[in-house]
């Protein structure tokens, strides 16, 4: 609690010293339109006080020094609007300006930019944005999209590629491999999966060995979603003119866990494959951000996010997630054709508390952590650590080799056409089961469930594992708790806390992702 009230200050005040006091407070898509409806209001002012807490967090996570975080404060202070007059020209970024000053580093400000690029918060709050198609218009497009492909499922035809993960981690650090019977035995690198294979074409393609899918080498200028859809009616290349917006379950297929997120684009390692793709930056494409290389997929979300933003589901290879992104914003694209049959799960109830996926070739547990009471307190949730022992030690329906599935591996379970304002589910089929819960803002919701996946990511670059996400993204942004990213979305939490601290918003997050840390876990294990 004390943590999102820390985070709904910040937001006040980044608005008072930033954009300025007449900003769009509250818009609402109007449902069958395209039309914004936006209504303008006065933010009030923040004292010094509630800056020094923000501040504080950045000195306490070493990111600044006390000396810093002093200067910082003074100049944020000096530099912030006259009240009532709104700025002119472009809006001046405070931490550049720090930069400039000499008072913060640049790496200092990479670190904090996620919370105070004005470019950034100016985005979502919805200046500036383009019409926004309803949800109704965006899935009857997607619908379109999906019905010309003709997309079924096939025994065999949905292989998961492997995370081309081979370091090992332990809650904090790069391990050495652990035995059998060791603590963090059983992680992503335990298991060698369809390793990624790729040929070069030489015609501006690549072709995926493993999934049979055929690549669109280098993703061009960002557009919108709109305009890539309308781009596909005349697209043509290496003579082929069945390319289509890829799913999010056939573009997570390219994804690479081998890369890391750094405090640059110099100190970052692309999730993907650069020897065969094409692969930009935000800073080199001229972005606020460097990590601003989001992908557009077909996938629309039945619901929304940010407060009743449009949402599409994207991956982003500069950061390593999967979000709901608004349907108005600027991607890039790899589009893609062959194998309609990628993605398409191909279920059967095994009788036994088991289900297979013949698609795939896993078998999964029906029942998650919850169902069996698992963990200190008898809930299901447990830290990273002890969700994979947790698996390597369950025995069920005759098999004893259960694993904590890596995150390619446990996305496959998705359904997106589910969520819990839609269908008043988790996003999975029906013959599983979802523990229900309640999120850490009071509502009913499903949980996040953990992977075997670290996330080399941040400061703490060790500290992460990749979770999914089958219930709300849930966040606190401009004041309000929000599903941020949408049922379907992947992120990451820190691998380990205290009880007593969690749930909890986190701080640093631009929406203030909910952070669970313990977290539900369903097994699985390769099929015989």
Not at 35 to 40: F, G, K, L, P, R
Not at 147 to 165: C, E, F, K, L, R
Not at 392 to 412: C, I, N, R, T
Not at 435 to 449: K, Q, V
Request: glycine share 10%; with cysteine.
């Amino acid at each position: 609690m004390k943590r999102t009230i820390i985070f709904i200050i910040f937001i006040m005040i980044f608005m008072m010293l930033v954009i300025g006091y007449n900003i769009a407070d509250n818009t609402e898509t109007v449902s069958g339109s395209a039309a914004d409806t936006t209504e303008t209001q006065s933010v009030s002012i923040v004292d010094e006080e509630g800056l020094t807490s923000i501040i504080d967090e950045y000195v306490a996570q070493s990111i600044l020094t006390q000396e810093e975080a002093k200067m910082l404060i003074q100049y944020m202070q000096d530099n912030k609007p006259q009240q009532g007059v709104p700025p002119s020209g472009e809006m001046k970024d405070p931490l550049s300006g720090a930069v400039s000053e000499g008072i913060i580093t640049q790496e200092q400000a990479n670190m904090m930019e996620e919370n105070l690029s004005p470019d950034r918060q100016n985005m979502r709050l919805g200046m500036g944005a383009t019409e926004m198609l309803s949800v109704e218009e965006a899935n009857a497009i997607e619908e379109q999209i999906l019905a010309a492909v003709g997309y079924t499922s096939a025994v065999g035809g949905y292989p998961i590629v492997d995370t081309n993960v081979t370091a090992f981690y332990s809650n904090d650090t790069q391990i050495i491999e652990p035995l059998e019977g060791e603590a963090f035995y059983g992680q992503d690198a335990t298991y060698q999966g369809n390793q990624p294979s790729y040929t070069d074409n030489g015609d501006g393609t690549i072709t995926d060995n493993v999934t049979d899918l055929m690549w669109q080498q280098h993703p061009g200028e960002k557009i919108t979603w709109e305009e890539a859809v309308e781009k596909l009616k005349t697209f043509n290349l290496a003579g082929y003119d069945d390319w289509r917006l890829p799913t999010i379950k056939e573009l997570y297929s390219l994804v690479q866990f081998s890369g890391k997120t750094g405090i640059s684009s110099d100190t970052s390692v692309p999730y993907m494959d650069t020897d065969y793709f094409e692969f930009k930056y935000g800073d080199a494409a001229g972005e606020p951000r460097f990590i601003d290389s989001q992908m557009a997929t077909s996938t629309i979300y039945d619901s929304t996010t940010l407060d009743g933003q449009t949402t599409v589901f994207g991956y982003n290879f500069a950061d390593g997630r999967i979000k709901g992104y608004e349907i108005t914003k600027d991607f890039y694209v790899y589009f893609v054709r062959g194998n309609t049959k990628y993605g398409q799960n191909q279920f059967i109830d095994n009788g036994d508390g088991t289900i297979t996926d013949e698609s795939t070739g896993l078998m999964w547990m029906t029942y998650d952590s919850g169902y069996y009471k698992s963990g200190d307190i008898h809930d299901g949730t447990m830290d990273w650590k002890d969700a994979l022992e947790w698996a390597e030690d369950f025995e069920f329906a005759g098999y004893d080799d259960w694993k904590l599935p890596d995150v390619k591996e446990l996305q496959s379970l998705l359904d997106y056409t589910k969520s819990p304002d839609t269908t008043d589910s988790a996003a999975i089929d029906d013959m599983f089961y979802c523990i229900p819960i309640i999120n850490a803002f009071g509502e009913d919701d499903y949980g996040f469930y953990w992977s075997s996946t670290s996330h080399i990511d941040g400061i703490n670059q060790y500290g992460a594992g990749a979770y999914v996400v089958f219930g709300k993204g849930m966040g606190v942004f401009n004041s309000q708790v929000i599903d941020a990213h949408g049922a379907g979305s992947q992120r990451s939490d820190p691998k380990t806390g205290e009880r007593e601290d969690y749930p909890r918003a986190n701080l640093n997050a631009p929406q203030g992702d909910e952070q669970r840390v313990f977290n539900m876990v369903r097994l699985v294990r390769i099929a015989d």
